[in-house]
């Protein structure tokens, strides 16, 4: 036992330190069997005390190392959805904000040419809302196609205007997209203001694209 003292010792100290500066983590699965029978050497039993120490040594080390990379890829996974979470949140707010004005005017009557909440057309009714919103738009349907970012239909969020051909060639009808397929717009056809879906035959026909003010 003697002749092994000083690597004992040697163990013990490198364990205590590390201990002292390495942050605790779960040791990798180190098994060691014990020994299972009294017949064994002292020098055997020195040298099994050893590997005990090293094997505990080295789990603490494999596990500080695997700690610090996942902690790493934890921080970065938050980072990045915050960032994204931001800008999305941001998005969708103004939307609902959007929405929320649209609705307010259920049942306004549709004026060919109006522009204010005594009677509109589409385009006007879609400039009038956004300009609550604090964002300035185009007066024409065909305009405000002409702006903003397109947006493929299955992207399609609240908020976002939805353009339809009707009587002549090109964006020529415009409205506010609710969800769920459903659409608020100044209607020449319910006389008002009123709620349809993109699954209507007259308006999947006649639907040309939709475009994004709010980013």
């Known amino acids: 036992m003697k002749r092994y003292t000083h690597q004992i010792a040697a163990v013990l100290l490198f364990t205590f330190f590390s201990t002292l500066f ?111 919103s604090g964002i300035t738009i185009p007066r024409t349907a065909a305009e405000q196609f002409a702006k903003g970012v397109a947006v493929n239909k299955n992207d399609l969020q609240v908020g976002d205007m939805v353009f339809f051909t009707t009587y002549k060639p090109g964006a020529s009808h415009v409205g506010f997209y609710l969800g769920d397929n459903k659409f608020i717009h100044a209607s020449s056809a319910a006389k008002e203001v009123t709620i349809n879906s993109l699954t209507e035959t007259y308006y999947t026909e006649r639907y040309i694209g939709a475009r994004r003010y709010i980013q």
């Open 22 to 132: 390495i942050p605790v983590a779960p040791a990798q699965a180190a098994q060691v069997t014990s020994p299972t029978t009294s017949t064994q050497s002292s020098s055997g039993g020195s040298s099994g005390f050893i590997n005990i120490l090293l094997a505990l040594l080295l789990g603490k080390f494999l596990g500080t190392s695997n700690s610090s990379n996942t902690s790493t890829d934890t921080i970065s996974s938050v980072l990045g959805a915050a960032a994204g979470s931001k800008t999305t949140g941001t998005a969708n707010t103004k939307g609902a904000d959007i929405v929320k004005n649209a609705q307010k005017y259920m049942g306004v009557p549709y004026v060919w040419g109006g522009t204010v909440p005594t009677g509109w057309d589409c385009s006007g009714y879609t400039q009038y809302v956004m300009k609550e």
